[in-house]
């Protein structure tokens, strides 16, 4: 077995097959997980309930039965209940919390025949970009680390899902998406993932932010992966990879800016390679889309988040409530977000006050989020585009220290991610290159029209054959 060229359909494949066994792919998943506690990527690693469901599939196999991802080890983001694995969100006063059954996505990937190893780290609360959280870790340093250089964040929030997947230990998992949450950590580590359109998976059983935006999302080797996670959750035929001489592309200026060198000669070399493979690439304008998008994001994200956190937590049945929720925070970032606004149901204001965060939310969801998918839908419509491309983040990972999780970082990363968010479109983000100077993964991002994941899928695993799998990390 090569675990560093593994992916999640081969496995299946080859387990399927008889090639392998899920017992000792499991196995080997499990060992490299202990040797790289240094990533804290893990919270809880199931090592007796995975080898136990390995060994049932191997049994099953002998009879005859495979299924789609019969045997394949995978991860869950911390936010998304298991049975009988903690849920902890990432924060200390829900570490306590176990689940007695599966959330409704996972369950999906269980009846699948996945083998869930373990469940994963995160930015504590989904509340940031970073994944530096110094309330759960496996190695000496806090925060999860990047799967190609340890010294580095690994984004969030879906943050240990990305690590595991980029670092080798698993070809595919789980994380969940409000603003740039599986496709940030993705771009960081090397990973393909889907944002899916707002609506299309089933988000109960997850903790949550904000019901208007969050969803969960796969998160996999490759763009083939993600369509086969995709299909296990919301069903569908087999998906084609597309004919890339049909596929027409736009790129909004604003959406260029910021950039890194790296990222900003990856990005254009990519589309240079889409380009010579027949894709047509024309520039868009996209008016007042910053503007528009600032009404909605911070508005909604935060006001939302007390009521539908409150909600959540009477369904586990724990009694924890939002204040003793809040009490325990770790993460200094999540903590000011969570006692400065969420709690008070209060936004940010001019001039460093806050202000009722009631009417911004009000006018948000009746005025400016209507607006800006119109932007959106009109964007697609006029220009008979497949998708936006535009660097999922504007720089590749940087230094993981507290200071990753300020607000200057968290509002540069999500620049290119939050606004398709906002609007509820389907996003995915592939894996194009390794910076030239940080060699560091650098990712391109597709965002397409409502409703269009199947369609980005085709074309994401047609771009799995232009740009190839980024090199594994060394060890």
Known sequence: MNLDQMTATQAAADLCAGKITSKALTSA????????????????????????????FDARRKKGGCLPLGGVPVVIKDNIEVAG????????????????????????????????????????????????????????????????????IAGGSSSGTAAAIGARIVTAGLGTDTGGSVRIPCSFNGCASLRPTVGRYPQAGIAPISHTRDTAGPMAATMTDVAALDRVIAGGGAIAPANLKQVRLGIVKSMLANLDADTDAAFRAAIDKLKSQGVTVIDVEMPQLAEINGKVSFPVAIYEANDDMVAWLKHTGTGITIDALARDIASP?????????????????????VVDGKPAYDAAIKTERPALQALYRDTFARNKLD?????????????????????????????????????????????IALGASSKLPVGLELDGPAGSDRRLLAIGMAMDKVFGRLPAPTR
């Open 29 to 56: 998943a499990i060992a490299r997980a202990k040797a790289s506690t240094n990533l804290n990527a893990f919270i809880t690693l199931d090592e007796a309930g995975a080898m136990k469901a390995a060994e049932t």
């Open 85 to 152: 694995l903690p849920a902890s969100a990432g924060t200390p006063a829900l570490k306590a919390f176990v689940p007695k059954q599966d959330a409704p996505v996972a369950a999906k990937l269980r009846a699948a025949g996945a083998v869930i190893i373990g469940k994963t780290n995160m930015h504590e609360l989904a509340f940031g970009i970073s994944g530096y959280n110094a309330g759960f870790k496996t190695g000496t340093e806090s925060g999860v680390r990047n799967a190609y250089d340890a010294s580095k």
């Open 333 to 353: 970032d999540v903590k000011g977000t969570y006692d400065g606004l969420v709690i008070p149901h209060k936004l940010p204001g001019p001039n460093n006050t």
């Open 387 to 431: 998708a936006i491309a535009f660097p999922t983040t504007p720089k590749v990972a940087i230094a993981a220290t507290p200071e990753s999780s300020s607000l200057e970082n968290f509002l540069l990363f999500i620049q290119n991610t939050d606004p398709g968010s906002n609007a509820g479109v389907p996003g995915i983000q592939v894996p």
